[in-house]
């Protein structure tokens, strides 16, 4: 199974530009598919985006065009980039394996988290 492990500033400033990445080893990222995802404090899962096997990506609306993903075979790296944050921005931040099991979408292999905080 693929083992996820994420990095990124800690801190940000309001109005920049959040960049995370996500390393896997034990699965090359071009066999499957894989999300950013993000939690705030007391609510629930937000699923940001994704990028599949072949390097297309897919953004939730509700970022209103803010977020990028790309990916880097050569060092099995996935990233986001997530323009003008603000404190709504805060959550901790996942990524993981997606894949679809009976017609549902699902997640495993999840990163750590890292907590972002956007701040001046």
């Known amino acids: 199974q693929a083992q996820l492990q994420e990095s990124g500033p800690g801190v940000v400033k309001p109005s920049q530009t959040l960049s995370l990445t996500c390393t896997g080893s034990?699965?090359?990222?071009?066999?499957?598919?894989w999300s950013w995802i993000r939690q705030a404090p007391g609510k629930g899962l937000e699923r940001m985006g994704a990028v599949n096997k072949v390097g297309i990506p897919f953004y939730s609306a509700s970022l209103g065009g803010r977020l990028s993903i790309t990916r880097a075979t050569s060092r099995n790296q996935f990233s986001l980039q997530l323009t003008s944050v603000t404190h709504l921005d805060t959550p901790v931040y996942y990524c993981?394996?997606?894949?679809?099991?009976?017609?549902?979408?699902?997640?495993?292999?999840w990163g750590q988290g890292p907590q972002v905080t956007v701040s001046s």
């Open positions: 993981a394996r997606w894949y679809i099991e009976s017609g549902t979408a699902r997640h495993d292999s």
């Open positions: 034990g699965d090359s990222i071009t066999t499957t598919d």
